[in-house]
């Protein structure tokens, strides 16, 4: 735990999943930045103020008072927050996803948009915002200087109306944009709605691979021509964990192939991301219609093991994430292994698509003790590790 001082009183914060050797702080400079700016310049009593993006919760619990509305996707975000609130003795505060703004019904008196990484992201969230905000209401963006580029600032300008930047403080620097009536953004192109190997795919901005199907989810699909060989026989129907579904298409084919073998299933969809889960549930009423209410359970949980039971599941799919905001690593990988092989029951598998040079295969041995290659190429690498 570290302790962010604010101008607004000291906050004690930490990360979660909390590392041992944990190099991230659960602040940034920006949030640093946008705290010393709304010292400066104080916020009127009863101001609404949304915070779109914040991440640990370093904004919320240092805004507290302004009882802030906290948009953000991750659930180990939304943990965050809410122990973050519990260590300062700060009463409790949900956290929305983007796609919950349209029934906010007050309007904004002030909004700070923490840049994602995405650009597309970034766009989606504006295009939300815009029927929320008026004349009048501060809009903030804040990042690192080196994530503020000239198409961020372009989305503003595009989106909400004339925008400006500060100079940089501690390497950090804040965008402010003025709502303009006037200006016509266009329609929202996010959602956007993409079929490939016969499933129909929902993708919001802020999605993994929102533009079309990721490389190595391709290679995958590709290699896998039938799931029902990966699953043991036991006459009961198939429990499988679409580890990370994103935009649930590994569970949906899955469920086309199974489906077609005669195979009854279960499948639990798990994300971290808000967006993901509301993507994968449109994606499966899109693809198999009312399919989904009897046969899948969409989990918002950032660790398996939490959400499904031990040695109760008999295939786990998994496309891992290797980085965390913009930072690469392992961690999540490790965590997705840890857990699959506590929910696997003996004689099912974890199927682990990944790039080569994530090395993978040393992980799954260590965890599983055998690991199998189902397919390789110059860059991928689809393994089978069996408990
Ligand atoms: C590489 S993408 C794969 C998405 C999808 N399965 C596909 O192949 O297109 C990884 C997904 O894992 C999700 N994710 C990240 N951390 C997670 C965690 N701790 N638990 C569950 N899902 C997580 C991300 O939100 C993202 O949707």
Known sequence: MQTLE?????????????????????WDAADEFVLRHLADEPLADGARIVLVGDAFGALACALREHDPVVVNESAA?????????????????????????ETLTDP?????????????Q??????????HVHAETRIIGAAMAKHIHTSTLETFESI???TK??????????????????????????PTVWSTHGVTTTNHGGGFSPSGL???????????TTFSHLVPETGEPVRMVDLGCGNGIIGLRAALHLTASGANFLIDAVDDSALALAAAETSWEATLPGIAEERVAFRHHHRLIEVVDKRSVDLVVVNPPFHEDRVVGDHTAWDMFTDAHKVLRPGGSLVV??????????????????????ASNKKFVLLQARR
């Not at 975000?77 to 703004?101: C, H, V």
């Not at 904004?108 to 597309?120: A, E, M, R, W, Y």
Request: charged letters at 25%; glycine letters at 6%; aromatic letters at 8%.
């Open 108 to 120: 904004i008196d002030c909004v700070v948009v923490k840049i994602p990484k995405s650009g597309s």
């Open 160 to 162: 909400i109306g004339p």
């Open 77 to 101: 975000g939304a943990q965050a927050i809410a122990e973050n609130l519990g260590r300062n003795t700060l009463k409790y505060l949900e956290a929305y996803s983007i796609l919950d703004l």
């Open 353 to 374: 698509v990944g790039n080569r040079h994530l090395a993978y295969h040393a992980k799954l041995k260590k965890v599983f003790g055998m690991v199998d290659t189902l």
């Open 122 to 131: 970034l766009v989606d969230i504006l295009h939300r915002l815009r029927p």
């Open 165 to 190: 930047t500060s100079l940089a403080e501690k390497k950090a620097r804040l965008i402010f944009s003025t709502f303009d009536y006037a200006l016509s953004p266009g329609k929202n192109p996010w």
């Open 6 to 26: 604010s101008p607004f009183g000291d906050v004690a914060l930490a990360r979660v999943p909390e590392r041992k050797k944990q190099p991230l702080r659960a």
């Open 214 to 224: 990721d490389v190595g989810t391709r290679f995958l699909l590709d290699n896998i």
